[in-house]
């Protein structure tokens, strides 16, 4: 069997629907009738899914050592009469060929190999492990083969190839596609539309298993009889809260989403519920679902949660709860393992996913001149913690990909694409042979790390901002990681400093700076940040201004951080950002301007971001970490005495 190529790492959730569902397979009939309102549902991925690597192939393979697969295994040309012999037979297999012939038929592609590696996800619990695997697949062939796919694509690949097995899936389930996050769906007709919506705030869920049982295709059919034309009272209350009133309400629960109205939203599952009860519950036996019933109405459970309501196609299958805070999530999964019910939780946070850096790295290195003839500043040796002596850019980028980071772009010069290219280079076979075998893999892991980056060349030197946005294209719209390439970074926390400034950003939601403390007599070589500190434990702060080189009495006079112990702590710069989309407009808005006055000026970041705090809000996150300076002699000396070190620094 011969495979080609990198490996990659994918993994897909399973996805919770919160409001709206039956309206996606409702929401179809109005190709037949007008009249029914559009479908819509609020769905969201969930932290539980399927792991796997992927590699191409000539053939068609799955395959897992996981219990629940059995040892079982498939292989198949990557054929469509072939796949679709597999997918018309039903069972687990059927799922992932569907989606694999549906790609042979409309993509130049040969085969893969998928190796599911973990499954936290529960099977048969309206979670749709289902669509997760078909997206899996989807996503596999995407990224392999770049066919361009965008997460819509993605989601049409997985819906059009499980919809060649005898399964009939709901157009809902492919959300997952966008990974931990709520989505809005719109169901009219054939026509699917989706977007992403911000949450105002953490929003904690406990899904639970009730260990009972339903017959979907019994709901499903009993339900289907009320569509396309109602034909008495029973079936025009099904359309009506499939329709009219589930679009009312999703309307509303966008709204508290993006509000962060965690009670509000509680309030509003427990209305749909009594909604659906009320309406649908009559059209179908399997709706009257006793144990649902008994425990979103246990008065004990309700001290616990602001709301429940059922899962997937309702009946007893599983139950979501939005609970009140993490103490309510821990009680209440401890009262649920004593009924004999397993859960697990899901939480929002706000602010889109940073899965996207930028390390500038076109600087021409005057201050450690003449070393930059023999190198590229990036290319400064260290000793990371692991004992190898490696490129400082290395150090940055192992950091940026345990931080969760799928991409990097790298600001270089017009002409150094060359020493880049032989960085990146696979080491010859005769030196990989007198490698040990951890060297041997870090070489392989170097490869590896090429396939995440993406160029850029700053032709011209007009500014740091000027360099950050060149990258606009590459950010599309996304929140990015921006790590200056000076410096490299130490945690002294259990995750890196990258992790913890992308987590940060995580429950702000706003462009982000992270800081460090510096003494007074030092303030006057950074940009310092002023604000106050928006939580106990003093990591988060709400920026109020950015002052760029003050002088050490003004720093004194308007720049003092007070803290618990009403102390003045001064905070500069830590050389880790989360930008914005707003940031590149900012930039785009000073560009502009100075390309219309033939202006000379740099274009500077700091700028921009003091103008995206004044209009949008700005947050500064202090890091458990230090920061090490490359780009000065004396400290590039302290680096490489102290980076891993930590017994030296005082």
Not at 32 to 47: C, P, R
Not at 102 to 110: F, H, K, T
Not at 442 to 465: C, L, N, P, S
Not at 509 to 528: A, D, F, N, Q, W
Request: aromatic residues 10%; charged residues 25%; proline residues 4%.
């Amino acid at each position: 069997m011969e495979t080609k190529g990198r490996k990659l790492n994918l993994f897909v959730p399973g996805r919770l629907c919160l409001f709206g569902e039956h309206s996606d397979w409702a929401g179809m009939y109005r190709t037949v009738n007008s009249e029914i309102v559009m479908g819509q549902a609020v769905v969201t991925g969930i932290e539980q899914g399927i792991y796997a690597t992927v590699e191409r192939c000539d053939r068609f393979i799955v395959e897992s050592r996981l219990p629940v697969y059995h040892d079982e295994y498939l292989e198949c040309p990557m054929e469509t009469g072939k796949l679709l012999e597999v997918a018309k037979q039903g069972g687990f297999f059927s799922y992932v060929a569907g989606v694999a012939s549906y790609i042979n038929d409309n993509y130049s592609v040969e085969g893969v190999r998928i190796t599911v590696t973990g499954m936290d996800l529960p099977i048969k619990s309206g979670l749709s492990s289902s669509a997760a695997i078909c997206v899996l697949v989807a996503r596999a062939f995407n990224q392999l083969y770049n066919l361009r796919m965008n997460v819509k694509g993605e989601m049409q690949a997985a819906f059009r190839g499980e919809q060649r097995t005898p399964s009939r899936c709901g157009r809902l389930d492919q959300a997952c596609a966008y990974g931990v996050k709520p989505v809005l769906m719109d169901f009219d007709g054939v026509e699917i539309d989706s977007r992403e919506l911000s949450v105002g705030s953490t929003f904690r869920w406990v899904i639970a298993n009730l260990n009972a049982s339903k017959d979907t295709i019994k709901i499903l059919a009993d339900l289907n009889r009320c569509y396309p034309f109602a034909e008495d009272e029973l079936q025009s209350k099904v359309q009506e809260a499939l329709g009219p009133d589930n679009k009312l309400m999703n309307e509303k629960a966008v709204e508290m989403l993006e509000k962060g109205d965690a009670p509000g939203l509680g309030a509003l599952m427990d209305e749909w519920q009594a909604n659906f009860d009320e309406k649908v519950m009559p059209a179908c036996s399997e709706l009257i679902a006793p144990v649902l019933h008994s425990v979103i109405e246990d008065k004990e459970i309700r001290k616990y949660i602001y709301g429940a309501k059922g899962v997937g196609s309702q009946g007893d299958g599983s139950v979501q709860f939005l609970c009140r805070d993490e103490e309510s999530v821990a009680g209440l999964q401890k009262y649920l393992e004593g009924k004999g019910m397993s859960s697990f939780t899901l939480t929002l946070k706000p602010g889109q996913s940073v899965r996207k850096a930028v390390i500038p790295l076109a600087g021409y290195g005057t201050r450690i001149f003449p070393a930059t003839k023999a190198m590229k500043k990036g290319f400064s040796p260290v000793v990371d913690k692991d004992g190898m002596l490696k490129p400082a850019l290395f150090i940055m980028l192992e950091e940026l990909f345990d931080a969760g980071i799928e991409e990097v772009c790298l600001i270089i010069g017009e002409d150094e694409q060359d020493d880049y290219d032989k960085l990146f280079a696979p080491v010859s076979p005769e030196l990989k042979s007198k490698l040990p075998n951890d060297r041997q893999e870090y070489a392989d892991k170097i490869v590896e790390m090429r396939q995440h980056i993406t160029f850029v060349y700053q032709t011209v030197r007009r500014g740091f901002g000027h360099a950050v946005y060149l990258t606009k294209q590459f950010a599309d719209g996304s929140p990015v990681l921006l790590l200056l390439g000076d410096f490299i970074y130490e945690s002294d926390a259990a995750v890196s400093c990258s992790k913890q400034i992308v987590d940060a950003y995580m429950e702000c939601g706003k462009t982000l700076v992270s800081v460090e403390e510096v003494p007074l007599e030092r303030v006057v070589h950074y940009g310092i940040l002023y604000g106050q500190w928006d939580d106990t434990a003093e990591t988060m702060l709400k920026v109020e201004s950015m002052v760029e080189k003050p002088t050490d009495d003004y720093a004194e006079e308007y720049l003092g951080v007070i803290n618990a112990k009403k102390q003045k702590k001064y905070y500069a710069t830590f050389g880790q950002y989360v930008l914005t989309p707003e940031v590149y407009d900012e930039l785009a808005v000073m560009i502009k301007e100075s390309d219309r006055t033939g202006s000379q000026n740099e274009i500077g970041l700091t700028e921009a971001l003091d103008k995206v705090r004044e209009k949008f809000g700005m947050y500064a996150f202090k890091p458990e970490g230090r920061s090490y300076d490359l780009g000065l002699p004396e400290a590039y000396r302290y680096t490489i005495a102290n980076f891993g070190n930590k017994k030296n620094i005082q």
